[in-house]
Structures are given as C-alpha cells and as structure tokens.
C-alpha cells in the first residue's frame, strides 16, 4: 500500500493526500514530528522535508510535485484527452498554486493589523490571477476535476477554516474563486485529505493568541465575527 510521511497541517501533504483521493487510491498517512524527525525519515527524505511517497514498489519519492507527477504517471490522470498545451498550462497554474502555499501561511500568521493587510495583499496578486483565469466552472478546467484543482485546493481549504473562524475572508470581492471555493468543499476533498483533527490542530497554530486573525477569533462573539475582522477588526 502507498504511505504518506506527513505533518498534519502541511499543505504540500494535503496536496498529495486530495490527489490520491481523487484518484480513489488507498493509502496510509504516518504523521511526524518537524521539530524532532526520526532518523528513519531522514534516510529517506534527502531534503529533510514532507511530503514523502514510499510507493507500492517501496521506492521513497520526495517534493510534492514530483510526487503528484508520479501519482498520475502511475495511475492516469485526473483529466484524459489534453493537448500537449493544455497539460502544460495545467502544470503551470499547479505551480502558480504550490508556490502560494507558504505566503498564504506567513499571511495567516500575521501579528498585527498592518502586517496581515500587506501579507493578504501579496497573497491577493495569486488569487487575483486566478480569478481572471476561472470561467467555466464548477472546477478550472470546467465540468472535471483536475491537477490546477488539487494543487489549489490547500489554499482554498485554508481560507474556508478562517473565514469560518473568524470572518475574514483572503477570496474577499473574487467572487470566481470563492464559487471554486465552494465546488471543491462540496466534493468532500477538503476534509477526506487531511486528518480527523486537521481543523483543530490548524486553528491552534493559525489562530492562536500569537496571531491577529487568532486575536479576532478569541474576541469577537460568533456573531459578529461575519463583520468583525473582515472589516476593520475588533482587535485594534
């Protein structure tokens, strides 16, 4: 069976875990810890880092977009009958997507205000770009899903939790990617790629008393938090 090294709230990981998902691929998930990795996983890791795939030969494969390239190689792909062009461009909108994931995390880190206003402005140049590439729907590609799809689907998770959390929402005013948004949520991927305690684990980290959106969620009672951070804030 196919195994998963993984730490529980990467999103390269979630990456993986939605595409054997949507392939319909049983595997197992071994979750690690960053701060303290076993020398098992260093062996077969020669970055250090998750994601890493022990395929069914046994062979480990390491780098989510290696990994996701082999997923398909091995399996068949999400979508059949693409050009050479399309693939390409599909490949390039993944990349556009995986390069997103660690400002989308500095952005929900943010301490104060100020910061989380330039950090989502930055993150708010990829998903203003994606924006203007959705058109069809429900999914990238339109009526299928396909590899722009998982590889974005960590991002659009992410938002879903803290606008659930805390009202604001990074997709505000991008009403195509927030219907993206609610297409993959409906295909159940986003809670099937990740562990049963993913949410809670996510807003421990993310929403903590460190954080200003985490300040949002402590302070404003359930119902105001629809208005609360996503305007000015109630945190000062």
């Given at each position: ?50 994601p890493v795939m022990v395929a069914e030969s046994g062979a480990a494969i390491f780098e989510s977009e290696a990994i996701v390239e082999y997923i ?165």
């Amino acid at each position: 069976m196919i195994k998963i090294i993984s730490f529980k709230i990467c999103p390269f990981v979630q990456r993986v875990a939605a595409m054997l998902e949507a392939k319909g691929l049983d595997y197992q998930v071994d979750f690690i810890s960053l701060s303290d990795k076993p020398q098992w996983f260093l062996d077969i890791s020669p970055n250090g880092q998750v994601p890493v795939m022990v395929a069914e030969s046994g062979a480990a494969i390491f780098e989510s977009e290696a990994i996701v390239e082999y997923i398909q190689d091995a399996y068949g792909p999400l979508e059949v009958g693409l050009t050479l062009e399309q693939k390409a461009m599909q490949r390039a909108w993944g990349y556009l997507g995986a390069k997103t994931y660690m400002p989308q995390c500095g952005a929900m880190r943010s301490p104060t205000a100020e910061v989380l206003e330039d950090k989502a402005a930055k993150l708010g140049e990829a998903f203003d770009k994606v924006e203007k590439a959705l058109e069809q729907g429900p999914y990238f590609g339109g009526a299928d899903l396909g590899w722009v799809d998982i590889a974005w689907l960590p991002l659009l998770h992410r938002t879903q939790i803290i606008k659930d959390h805390t009202g604001y929402d990074f997709l505000q005013g991008r009403a195509n990617v927030q219907a993206w948004r609610a297409a993959l949520k409906e295909t159940g991927l986003f809670d099937k790629s990740v562990a049963a305690d993913f949410e809670e684990t996510f807003v421990d980290f993310y929403l903590s008393e460190q954080t200003y959106l985490g300040c949002c969620k402590r302070d404003c009672a359930p119902k105001e938090r629809a208005s609360c951070c996503g305007t000015s804030g109630c945190c000062g």
